[in-house]
């Protein structure tokens, strides 16, 4: 009966950010992401910061379509910001669409025109280009993110109060949408719940005996399913630390494992 009882809450109130929030450590002033740009973000500052941009997300009275939640799409590079505008999205109530920012305008066209995100997040760089395809689709919402810490979501999420009450969802309510690679066709959206991707890394913890000490040498890509999934949600539910490289470098890889500095290298992810 508990069991049962167990699963039927879960379906019925439970958001992944919930499960996030439980898992943060005791001691919130410790490292959370070591980046190899010599930054420190520590667990207090992870917390407060999604709090600022799901507020800011919450401020903008998103509406979904198709009796959906509203879509945030984010084409930027790889940064500790953009995992951050993930983890808001998930504490908002809103569903993430992560995005190769390779992609150029007849691609992105695409993912716009089929996921008909409310928000769309680009580079500063892009925005001469992403501007014009961002109106074409009826996109409510424009703003920009860069790898060095600026941008206007940035600026707007500053204004933003530093609590925030996580928005309650169910265990089959829409988390993200995952677009495939394309190779037999045009690329798919596949959706993904909040109970898929907690199930997904509570099996993963289980099966590699991730420990409360190890930590993580993080040096993929987030639009990828790998390094934001499984990778992220690995060490953020086990409240293990990162050691975050924001593009692939083998020498930054070898000096992270290396580092005796902060806490020591244990896990790492990468491609064959």
Aim: hydrophobic fraction near 45%; charge should be neutral.
């Amino acid at each position: 009966p508990c069991g049962h009882a167990q699963r039927h809450g879960q379906r019925h109130a439970m958001n992944l950010y919930t499960a996030i929030q439980a898992a943060l450590p005791a001691q919130l002033d410790e490292p959370a992401i070591l980046t190899d740009g010599g930054l420190t973000y520590p667990w207090r500052d992870l917390d407060a910061a999604t709090a600022m941009l799901a507020n800011l997300l919450g401020s903008l009275k998103l509406r979904g379509t198709g009796g959906r939640p509203p879509v945030v799409a984010a084409h930027v590079d790889k940064s500790v910001e953009a995992l951050l505008l993930y983890l808001a999205t998930l504490r908002a109530g809103a569903v993430f669409l992560p995005l190769n920012p390779a992609y150029r305008a007849a691609e992105l066209d695409y993912f716009v025109e089929d996921a008909q995100p409310t928000v769309l997040v680009c580079r500063s760089d892009d925005l001469d280009w992403v501007t014009p395809l961002a109106a074409h689709r009826n996109v409510g919402h424009l703003f920009t993110l860069n790898d060095d810490r600026t941008g206007s979501l940035l600026t707007h999420a500053a204004q933003m109060p530093r609590r925030h009450e996580v928005a309650t969802r169910k265990a089959d309510d829409l988390a993200a949408i995952l677009y495939t690679s394309g190779t037999t066709g045009r690329s798919k959206g596949a959706l993904l719940t909040h109970g898929n991707l907690l199930s997904n890394a509570r099996t993963l913890l289980r099966h590699w005996d991730w420990r409360t000490d190890d930590v993580l040498v993080h040096a993929l890509p987030i639009f990828h399913i790998h390094g934001l999934f499984v990778a992220g949600h690995c060490a953020l539910l086990s409240a293990t630390p990162m050691r975050w490289i924001g593009k692939f470098d083998a020498a930054k890889v070898i000096a992270q494992i290396k580092s005796a500095e902060g806490p020591r290298a244990s896990v790492f992810m990468a491609v064959p």
